[in-house]
């Protein structure tokens, strides 16, 4: 049960050679979510063996070009290779005038549905929610343009049988769903079993917070506090604090503050200027401050094991 964000893409807006724009696959229990698909997103999902026909799920944080000009060649891909199955994008009111617009220039017919999902930016909003994963937006800050974080959550999952004990008390499978719950068992002569001498924990639930492109924005530390993963833009370095202010960006100190205020497990920094070539001093000038950092460069997978108590 596989809980992994694989980095497709880790570079801001001016493309590099060695870096490509923002993008991410992000699977949770095999849903496949795609976030962001800046420019270049299909080579390097072919690149790094993304399955093209599990992305279900495409959520962009926002409508600036390093961050969705990678779509429209997305999505005349998985039609050409005869996807039918429906496609859910989710983003700006802008996002689906833009692909129609694109796509009907083009006189091109898609063999397959798009249904798109406005992302208002405002408040928290819940995106996407099944029987296992809830997915919800947040505000950033990115000047006047809207911008979304995204935060990931598996669902709680039922207590787990004790095999040994179920068999040893001969519970019959009518009442195992209950004791699942969390119910005692009580046995015919009303002796009462409790349910933790029935079963043991769930697995902890596994979460997942994404946020860029954004100014350093403290507020946004409760929303996604003590998640396993955080995603933090690092543009640029506290050389670079004046700039990163101006464009509405955060520097790796930054993004480290808000993991260290928000008591996330593990950062992952990125949306690097193309400026630095050598991104060692963003990862020391982090890890001063949160010292489980890491960069998050192109083809780089991070995994979050099922944690049993």
């Known amino acids: 049960m596989r809980f992994e964000v694989t980095i497709l893409g880790s570079n801001s807006a001016l493309p590099t050679t060695k870096r ?57 891909t998985f039609s050409l290779q005869g996807r039918k199955s429906d496609l859910h ?75 040994d004990m179920i068999n040893f008390y001969n519970i019959p499978i009518k009442n195992r769903h209950g004791i699942k719950q969390g119910e005692d068992f009580i046995r015919e002569d009303g002796e009462v079993i409790p349910n933790k001498k029935l079963t043991k924990n769930p697995p902890k639930i596994r979460r997942y917070a994404f946020c860029t492109d954004t100014a350093y924005l403290p507020k946004i530390a409760p929303i996604i506090e003590s998640v396993d993963l955080l995603y933090h833009e690092a543009t640029f370095l506290k050389s670079d604090e004046k700039r990163a202010k101006k464009t509405y960006h955060s520097t790796a100190e930054q993004a480290a503050k808000i993991a260290k205020e928000a008591k996330v497990k593990k950062l992952l920094i990125g949306h690097f200027s193309a400026r630095f070539d050598d991104l060692n001093e963003h990862l020391k000038e982090a890890k001063k401050i949160f010292p489980n950092t890491a960069l998050a460069e192109d083809g780089r997978k991070f995994s979050v094991e099922l944690d049993r108590d």
């Open 20 to 76: 490509f724009p923002t993008a991410q696959v992000l699977n949770v229990l095999e849903r496949f979510f795609l976030i962001d698909c800046g420019e270049g997103t299909q080579i390097q999902m072919k690149r790094f063996r993304i399955p093209m026909s599990r992305i279900n799920h495409i959520l962009i944080s926002h409508m600036h070009g390093d961050h969705i000009f990678g779509l429209i060649g997305l999505l005349s």
């Open 89 to 163: 994008i989710y983003g700006h009111s802008k996002l689906e005038k833009l692909i129609r617009f694109q796509f009907e220039l083009l006189e091109t017919k898609l063999g397959y549905e798009i249904y798109y999902h406005t992302i208002f930016g405002t408040e928290i909003q819940t995106l996407f929610e099944d029987d296992s994963v809830i997915v919800q937006s947040f505000p950033l800050k990115h000047g006047v343009m809207p911008c979304a974080g995204f935060l990931f959550k598996e669902k709680e999952r039922p207590r787990t049988l004790k095999t």
